[in-house]
């Protein structure tokens, strides 16, 4: 996503950002069924069509892969080199994962539930389908749904068609597209995607920490026009105002700090109201009366749990959760 | 655009390539306006209503940007890294540049159009805002079109809402978006676009030759499933079949040739049906029985203006218009 994205409150289709871990399956709606199983009273196998004649949720969710920030991080971190732009705001529609874990019944003993995506490829030289488990009590009183829909339209193939989970408040890799399987499973499952990617690991041979909410982060717009090459940017003298999002999974954004001195000194920006609700980002704003010469602009957010940006990147061997501040060098000319 | 979108006749929004020379501009449809003026009996100032108005045509045209394969290029270019996924084919859809030119009345003179886009930067030093021109004969007679939609819906705003150029057969980067304004000249626009940028030069002080129709072609879907992070497939053994799709804005496809050797030798694939015109690519099939062990694909496309794709990438400065033969390692698994 561009950053000069951030200024609609829903992220156009073609904006957001996304992650192909494989390829983008080749989906035919008329044949595909999602099939919940495992622990069960009531296996089903779904159709669009089925789907679609249940309850409709909406949720408006800010969605940010674990890896955004990666290119800021030193020693370099070889995987998809994100700087800031991996991240956007969609309206998902579809079925709440309670209400159909409800339908199915699930039975006693049951611990987690595993999301199997049609998306298939080799990693860590395993050959598997792209899926990850959650565990069972969060999605019965969490948001998550299943979407077949986004920003009003059937899910275009990129983000999932016919259909994806979404968990509003986690990193993008727990969100599986092209569903084709929920199973329901009574141990812990090791996977791939569980057990080796996406954990914050320092040593190669630690298990690591799972990476779950998405940590605090606030960007701005940067302001002012881009040079073509080094994306410098040049902004005109006077008063002005710098605008941006923040979002936080862990807890509610309380707060956002600007400097335009490169971090020496902070200033209180006014946050917009949660006009979409919780699990998305909100607005914010900063005067700033703009004097020519060179300014670093920084931004950092703080939510309700007291987690705040840090001001240098964080380092960890997948180059994961780096929400350190962004920074903007402009040339302000008069 | 992942090249397993080449699945696809019409490209789904979000996976057609994209390049933002500057940022995208903030518009308002309801204050934006078109100003056709110079050397024009009749200048016009064009709402957006005054243009859907107008008579409507649609175009399926295949859009390549002239940096596609420059990844390839060898020693190195410096600019967007493009490896073959810089296309994309849509159905533009608006009002015939011939004919608001006709509408406006262009004089005596007139030698081109220069075609301004809302979109402001920095490049070699000078601030602008992108704008490039044709000659006025080529759209007299040819079907270059302001599209207000594609592929049914409205522009998004990184396809260049609310309006854009789309010049069939060239690349990309002729094709303005953003549009505000379309002046008829009586001269040749010398703009840093025209005199710098987009010119095939050997030397930093030759003036070199201007880039125009794209060069032919042709892409397969990496058959198989990739390994995450080289990308390289793995691909089961046994008889299946090799697809693509070939294009060339010069002259029309005539031939695709298959290479499952590295471009030892050579066999013709069954070229499909021009279902989209004469300015979309054409698709392409070759049986392929996949023997375990490793192979080289390649494909190469023919026009009939005798063009056909170079083995080996040429090299010039900006690391255009390399449309060597693509080459997939594949791993074949018996």
Redesign the interface.
């Known amino acids: 996503m ?1 950053l ?2 951030l ?1 609609w409150d829903v992220t ?5 950002y ?1 992650l ?5 399956p ?1 989906v035919d709606a008329a044949d595909w069924r999602l099939a919940v199983e495992g622990l069960v009273e009531r296996p089903l196998t779904l159709s669009l069509d089925d789907l679609r004649a249940r309850p409709v949720v909406e949720v408006p969710v800010t969605m940010e892969c674990a890896g955004n920030g990666r290119a800021h991080v030193e020693p370099h971190v ?2 998809q080199p994100w700087l800031l732009e991996a991240v956007g705001t969609a309206r998902w529609r579809g079925v709440a994962v309670s209400s159909l874990l409800e339908e199915a019944g699930v039975k006693e003993g049951a611990l987690e539930v595993l999301f199997t995506g049609l998306d ?4 860590g030289e395993e ?1 598997q389908a792209y899926e990850r488990s959650l565990q069972v009590a969060g999605l019965v009183e969490g948001d998550a749904l299943l979407a077949y829909e986004v920003n009003g339209v059937p899910l ?4 999932g068609y016919p259909l994806r989970l979404v968990v509003p408040g986690w990193y993008g890799m727990t969100s599986v597209k092209w569903l084709s399987r929920i199973a329901v499973l009574d141990e812990p499952f090791g996977g791939y995607q569980m057990r080796h990617s996406y954990r914050v690991r320092h040593e190669e041979d630690e298990p690591g920490e799972p990476i779950t909410a998405i940590a605090p982060r606030s960007l701005m717009i ?1 302001p002012g ?5 080094s994306r ?1 940017r ?1 902004v005109e003298a006077g008063r002005g105002e710098i605008v941006g999002r923040a979002w936080s999974g862990a807890a509610e954004i309380v707060g956002v700090d600007v400097s335009t001195d490169g971090g020496r000194t902070w200033a209180a920006a006014e946050l917009g109201d949660a006009v979409l609700g919780r699990w998305a980002w909100r607005s914010w704003r900063f005067a700033w009366d703009a004097e020519p010469g060179e300014h670093e602009l920084c931004c950092r957010a703080r939510d309700a749990a007291g987690n705040e940006q840090p001001l240098e990147p964080p380092w960890n061997l997948g180059g994961y959760v780096n929400n350190a501040v962004q920074r903007v060098a402009v040339t302000v000319v008069g």
């Open positions: 561009p000069e994205a200024r156009p289709i073609g904006l957001h996304l192909t871990h494989y390829d983008i080749d070889v995987s298939r490829g080799v990693e050959e275009p193939p990129q983000h940067p026009i881009p040079e073509f090459l410098a040049v």
